[in-house]
């Protein structure tokens, strides 16, 4: 089947006849994909983790794109068209954050921040303030309340299902998109996307572990796995 795109992370072919078949990639990027490298199991550890949260938001009232896994890396979603945003919810001061402002990583903000970036890998996904978004008409206002609400109640659920599994969710990003008018969340969650700190000993168990050349990336990705999978 020919492919419809691909990024840096996930293939996507065509499926039905309103949805997709998405693959999921070992390869992996950071720094506006100035770094690159693979992380071996990556794809499976991130299709199967995308999955579970996706189906733990649906019971939960998050409505998703997610229809169901076909494979080890590949799961079949709701086509939509993509809001180019990126949302982001901090719980503690972390990443790119951390070095706006020249703070170390850690310090909880309290309430949680939500940021959004344009999704332009050209411009480097810059920082956009909600009444930019609005008035270039990159979404509308009725749309971005939508966003937001949903934004925090993932926040609120996937806080709690991580710190049930010994992972403090420090913070992620969110796509979202539109099908027949109704806004969906999209795209990935996982340990590409998120940051994940264990809970009793700080370790990183994300993607800042290859970012920052930790070592034991594999390791961190299939333990997630494992720690999602259970219960
Ligand atoms: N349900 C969906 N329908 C259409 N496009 C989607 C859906 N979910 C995710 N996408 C888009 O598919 C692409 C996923 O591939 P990825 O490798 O993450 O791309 P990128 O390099 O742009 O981040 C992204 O552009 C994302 O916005
Ligand atoms: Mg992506």
């Given at each position: 089947m020919e492919k419809l795109y691909e990024g840096k992370a996930k293939v996507l072919y065509p499926e039905g006849k309103d949805t997709l078949r998405v693959y999921f990639k070992d390869e992996a990027t950071a720094f506006n994909a100035q770094k690159r490298g693979v992380i071996p199991g990556k794809g499976a550890v991130n299709n199967q983790v995308s999955a579970r949260l996706f189906a733990f938001l649906e019971a939960h009232g998050v409505p998703t794109h997610f229809v169901r896994t076909l494979s080890e890396r590949e799961m079949e979603v709701l086509k939509v068209e993509i809001i180019p945003l990126e949302v982001i919810l901090r719980y503690r001061v972390a990443g790119s954050f951390a070095k706006r402002y020249g703070l170390p990583e850690g310090k909880p903000l309290d309430p949680p921040l939500l940021e959004f970036s344009l999704k332009d890998d050209a411009l480097g996904d810059p920082l956009i303030c909600e009444n930019a978004a609005l008035a270039l008409g990159i979404v509308d206002g009725k749309t971005l309340e939508e966003v937001k609400r949903l934004a925090l109640r993932t926040g609120e659920l996937l806080r709690g299902f991580f710190q049930e599994r010994g992972?403090?969710?420090v913070d992620f990003k969110l796509e979202f998109g539109k099908k027949d008018g109704q806004v969906l969340l999209a795209d990935e969650i996982s340990p590409d996307t998120m940051r994940l700190w264990d809970?009793?000993?700080?370790e990183r168990m994300d993607k800042d572990r290859f970012r920052r050349d930790l070592g034991g990336v594999e390791e961190a990705y299939q333990e997630v796995l494992r720690r999602v999978l259970k219960g």
């Open positions: 992972l403090e969710l809970v009793n000993t700080g």
